[in-house]
């Protein structure tokens, strides 16, 4: 009994856990359709570049990718990232943030 409540006074810190992604920037990952430049690519997300919480655009590749690097994370900032998603939208891009 004793030990489990030392273990819960270990456990109850402020430090949250995250998966990969602790803190900015942060990339989404954007995904283009088969045949796409590089070059192509990070013309067509800079358009997007200049939006609020946008810090810069770039394209991974290793992965085959465009990254955009982002002040926020998630679906926790709402207001921030809804610019970014309708450009990105109406540019036909698909994007996710990596696991």
């Known amino acids: 009994m004793v030990v489990l409540a030392l273990l819960s006074g270990c456990t109850s810190g ?5 998966a990969g ?3 900015a920037p942060y990339e989404l990952d954007v995904f283009f359709h088969p045949g796409v430049s590089p070059t192509r690519a990070v013309q ?3 358009e997007c570049e200049h939006l609020p919480g946008v810090l810069r655009v770039g394209w991974d590749g290793a ?6 690097y982002t002040t926020f994370f998630g679906p926790n900032s709402p207001s921030q990232g809804a ?6 939208k109406r540019l036909r891009l698909g994007s996710a943030w990596p696991d």
Do not use: I
């Open 63 to 68: 992965a085959s990718l465009g990254v955009v």
């Open 44 to 46: 067509l997300l800079k």
């Open 14 to 18: 402020t430090q949250a856990a995250c």
């Open 83 to 88: 610019s970014l998603f309708s450009c990105l």
């Open 21 to 23: 992604q602790c803190h």
